[in-house]
Nanobody, 122 residues
């Protein structure tokens, strides 16, 4: 089992930026993904990155605004979020997938963090 801890959430005005971090410990893992869930909505995929960092995937809603990166030496994965919009308001979760390709479905990940709240005011 991989233990994941998110940090960096908070309140920001529209157009602002936040940087989320996911710290991982425990067994090895390959893919890290970020998902989010807004009140009353289903969880949705945001971005994901392969172990090497050579492969990434992003949801259309965040392309050009959100960037994922990882530091394997520190076992951390960061999500840089720029030009935030009120519709980005949600609890953000990082998730780990032990092996295989980058996938966009939550069922493809077997370890999850507790989440961090991101609130974007208009």
């Amino acid at each position: 089992q991989v233990q994941l801890v998110e940090s960096g959430g908070g309140l920001v005005q529209a157009g602002g930026s936040l940087r989320l971090s996911c710290a991982a410990s425990g067994r090895t893992f390959s893919i890290i993904g970020w998902f989010r869930q807004a009140p009353g909505k289903e969880r949705e995929f945001v971005v994901a990155i392969s172990r090497s960092g050579g492969t990434t995937a992003s949801a259309d809603a965040v392309k050009g605004r959100f960037t994922i990166s990882r530091n394997n030496a520190k076992n951390t994965v960061d999500l840089q979020m720029n030009n935030l919009k009120p519709e980005d308001t949600a609890v953000y979760y990082c998730a780990a997938r032990k092996w295989g390709p980058v996938v966009r479905t939550g069922s493809g990940y077997d370890s999850w963090g507790q989440g961090t709240q991101v609130t974007v005011s208009s």
